[in-house]
């Protein structure tokens, strides 16, 4: 199944994988129509140039694992485009809500950061020292007795 958000940024996709599939739509690439309009029917580079950008219409933005393991029967999202909607074949569906662009930028560093967060605290042996394969010092305070 297939929907396009309000804005017509975003198309979702979903298929018997249990992923649902995010391509960005690029509406600045010109179409046949236009090109024959401007250049004439007789352009001769007219055709190599559609050829090439259609390709570029839509560009893969991402994925996201579902809950369900059943094919999806129905993808849609709601008026506003902050909520996305997966109906599976039975009767669940499953509600995604979509970030804007500010707050996934927030989300996303702040996973960086904490995944760096981790593997400092991985690389610090028991006792605070410092481990040599990361160079870096402990952060975490620790009593020796």
Known sequence: MIDIDPEERYL?????????????IKHDLVDERSLLKLNGPEAVGSENSFVQNKWEVLTLFGEIQRQSKDRVATVRFNKFGNLLACQVAGKIV???????????????????????KKSVKEAVDVNGDVNPSTGKESSIPTLTV
């Open 12 to 24: 979702a996709t979903g298929s018997a994988d249990p992923k649902l599939r995010f391509n960005t």
């Open 94 to 116: 499953e509600i995604l809500r979509v970030l804007d662009e500010i707050e996934s930028k927030r989300k996303a560093r702040r996973r960086i950061h904490q995944k760096e």
